[in-house]
């Protein structure tokens, strides 16, 4: 389920929501992912390809697919709880919504 996912970020993203190139990394229990986007484009890499990403998500597959599929946005709680853990926040929900997801 969660590669497919990652598989299926290129063909879904929306070109022009992100300005400034970024990279994300997410860490999902075992899968580990590298996404990099422009304001025209997305690649995946599998692993971190990175020394410091711009946003590090950590959180479990069960959890990244509630956010991703059901449209679950994590609260303040969450965040609080180490449920979810994020060097930054806002870039998450800019990755969500470079990707359709609001």
Avoid: H
């Amino acid at each position: 389920m969660i590669d497919s996912i990652f598989t299926a970020l290129p063909d879904s993203f929306v070109p022009g929501v992100v300005e400034e190139p970024l990279v994300y990394y997410f860490s999902l229990g075992a899968t580990k992912k590298t996404v990099r986007v422009d304001a025209q484009s997305c690649s995946v890499e599998d692993g971190r390809t990175v020394d410091e990403a711009d946003c590090v998500c950590k959180t479990d597959e069960t959890f990244f697919v509630s956010i991703w599929n059901d449209g679950y946005r994590p609260s303040m709680g969450d965040f609080l709880s180490g449920k979810i853990k994020s060097n930054n926040p806002t870039a998450l929900q800019l990755f969500l919504q470079a990707f359709g997801k609001q």
